[in-house]
């Protein structure tokens, strides 16, 4: 399969679009690109694909609302100004999608959504149900409360852990630069577009360099960032132009546009590398040597082979799995409560019903549900 072909067949996308073009570089919001992404998304859409919005903006927004010139420093300035620019961020979407006959919804995150188990369930519960409804979900982060999203955020991290959460196939960055260059080509008239490579490889870290606008927080090196993020849970990314001309529907009919950065990792081993990197750990569980071998050749977790439990959990949180000199193994989604998982440990699977009252899972951890870290 060619690299342009695996974006035509993407039937999931999130689809990203930077600040400098929701408010056309802090004039205000335009309001004719945002009709025109809105055209090329139905037009998506109406070839059967599903599409999550990620939209920057609502700072930018609120600044010019305010009348302000610059990007403020203040937490409390950068809050009232994500407050009143989601406003008219909100609205200007609902009006252009309505033009076609699609419902949007809002949804404010952030990254602690992503992190904690019980509120990345409920999030992805949430927009796979929209998706279905043939709903376009239109996320921001929630910059109006959480400080550190401002402080450190970026709608490009964003992108890729929404990526990660509906398991799309592809996440598009559109920007206000053609794509990912061998250099900063404001600066360096010899610097080439880089068509394909490797989401994930360093090299392209180095070239990405630099920072955002006084618009936007983001710079390119976000961008590449957000793909190797996204390549995690084995979609492929593309950086281009959101002022090309019908740089969506081109894009999902083969044409090369932009930048393509391709995930190396199929989807299932991909996502257990995302759940080890981004879920908070609940407690750890230490094994024997020979769980220690078993989790190595590829098997699941059995409750005979763990000698203690640290921490308390519920089921379905994620935690440690150490080897007995303690250093961590593996991590895992756990099928037991951290007091169920005490009083099955060291035995049988057979025995669970028996100590339990309730036939649980033989597995105290599921292979599927494992990845190896250590």
């Not at 993407?10 to 689809?15: E, G, I, N, T």
């Not at 190396?264 to 981004?278: S, T, V, Y």
């Not at 590829?298 to 519920?314: A, D, K, M, N, Q």
Request: glycine content about 10%.
């Amino acid at each position: 399969m060619s690299p342009t072909s695996r974006i035509a067949q993407a039937k999931r996308l999130v689809v990203k679009v930077g600040s400098a073009l929701v408010t056309n570089n802090g004039k205000g919001l335009d309001l004719p690109a945002i009709h025109a992404w809105a055209k090329q998304i139905a037009q998506l859409k109406g070839h059967k694909k599903e599409v999550v919005l990620v939209s920057s903006g609502a700072i930018a927004c609120g600044m010019q609302r305010l009348g302000w010139d610059s990007r403020p420093k203040a937490v409390p300035e950068l809050q009232a100004a994500a407050a009143v620019g989601q406003m008219g961020l909100a609205q200007v979407y609902e009006t252009a999608f309505s033009e076609h006959g699609i419902k949007t919804a809002q949804i404010l995150l952030t990254h602690d959504d992503m992190a904690d188990r019980k509120r990345y369930l409920n999030a992805r519960a949430t927009l796979t149900t929209l998706l279905a409804l043939g709903v376009v979900p239109i996320i921001n982060e929630n910059d109006t409360v959480v400080t550190d999203e401002i402080k450190l955020g970026d709608n490009d991290t964003l992108g890729a852990l929404v990526a990660n959460l509906v398991e799309a196939d592809a996440l598009i960055i559109l920007t206000d630069q053609d794509g990912l260059f061998t250099a900063d080509p404001r600066k360096d008239p010899a610097a080439t577009l880089i068509q394909v490579a490797a989401a994930g490889d360093k090299q392209l870290e180095s070239m990405a360099g630099g920072a955002g606008t006084s618009i936007g927080k983001g710079g390119m090196i976000t961008k590449v960032l957000a793909a190797k993020r996204a390549a995690r849970s084995g979609a492929d990314t593309v950086i281009a132009s959101g002022r090309e001309a019908n740089v969506l529907p081109r894009l999902s009919q083969g044409e090369s546009v932009g930048t393509l950065l391709q995930a190396e990792h199929p989807p299932i081993a991909a996502r257990k590398q995302w759940l080890a990197d981004h879920l908070q750990m609940a407690g750890r569980i230490f094994l024997d040597a020979g769980a220690v071998k078993a989790l190595r050749d590829g098997s699941s977790l059995l409750p005979v082979g763990v000698t203690r439990i640290e921490g308390e959990f519920e089921r379905g949180a994620a935690v440690r799995c150490m080897t007995p000199e303690g250093k961590e193994l593996a991590r895992g989604l756990v099928n037991y409560s951290s007091d169920d998982a005490n009083k099955i440990a060291r035995q049988s699977s057979d025995h669970i019903e028996a100590i339990l009252g309730y036939a649980g899972e033989p597995e105290l951890v599921h292979r599927d549900n494992l990845v190896l870290v250590g």
